[in-house]
């Protein structure tokens, strides 16, 4: 499902650049932490489960934050959040796999590897407990997602359509992100949540991703059945521990 052309230039501009990243040796194997126990863990402690995600930077964000990302993983775990998410997308996002590697020791909580990985050669580039996967963007979903889950990998397949969440559901896809961002013209719509939520398995893992600004919008989010919500500009923009928090406790 490689739908690069109707994308925005800036999308465009990383899809190139993954493209052209070397490919690297050798092959990773993972020892995952598990998601679905941490959602779990976080419910019963009565905390709304937040993927909180540290981005120095991003096409649709301004300046970029310089703090050590090891503090800020650590303020982040301190302020509830269930799992983290690391940019490895060095050109556009300011992200490293070296900075996920160091995130990943520091902290106890799952990793998320958020890049754009387009085939099964790029899944070895650094050790995540889960991996992002965009379903718009790779040929192969079905056979990538197996490739993810052979290394140990927990894939979040990312989708931002009915027809991108059907082809997730073939894929086996258990872990589903429904983007509100349309990558087409980078803008954010919280109805595509509860658009697509509403068409989704009552067994999958729900994340609803961009645009939760707000404990309002938690509260929508979770109404539409989210299990857990990526939440990056809205926790970067300011002391990311109170951030946190103010997200956990809606």
Avoid: C, W, Y
């Avoid at 739908?3 to 194997?29: C, F, K, T």
């Avoid at 595509?192 to 729900?206: G, K, Q, Y």
């Amino acid at each position: 499902m490689n739908a690069s052309d109707s994308v925005a230039p800036a999308v465009q501009s990383i899809l190139r650049a993954a493209r052209e990243r070397g490919r690297p040796e050798g092959r990773v194997s993972v020892e995952a932490r598990s998601f679905p126990e941490a959602l779990a863990a976080a419910e019963r402690e009565g905390r709304v489960p937040v993927i909180a995600e540290i981005k120095p930077t991003s096409p649709t964000t301004e300046g970029t934050r310089e703090d050590d990302p090891i503090e800020l993983a650590r303020e982040m775990v301190a302020g509830g959040a269930t799992a983290l998410s690391v940019l490895t997308e060095p050109d556009h996002f300011g992200g490293s796999p070296e900075t996920l590697e160091r995130v990943r020791e520091a902290v106890d909580v799952p990793v998320l590897r958020k890049d754009f990985v387009l085939e099964e050669a790029q899944l070895d580039v650094v050790e995540a407990d889960l991996v992002l996967l965009i379903a718009r963007f790779v040929d192969d979903l079905e056979g990538l997602v197996a490739a993810a889950r052979d290394r140990g990998f927990q894939p979040l397949v990312e989708v931002h359509t009915v027809e991108e969440l059907e082809a997730a559901i073939e894929a086996d896809a258990k872990t589903i992100g429904i983007n509100n961002r349309d990558l087409a013209a980078l803008e954010v719509d919280l109805d595509t949540f509860e658009r697509v939520a509403s068409e989704a398995p009552d067994d999958a893992i729900l994340v609803a991703e961009s645009g939760i600004s707000s404990k309002e919008d938690v509260r929508r989010m979770r109404e539409a059945g989210a299990d857990a919500l990526l939440i990056g500009t809205a926790i970067m923009d300011g002391d990311v521990r109170e951030n946190v928090e103010r997200f956990t406790t809606a």
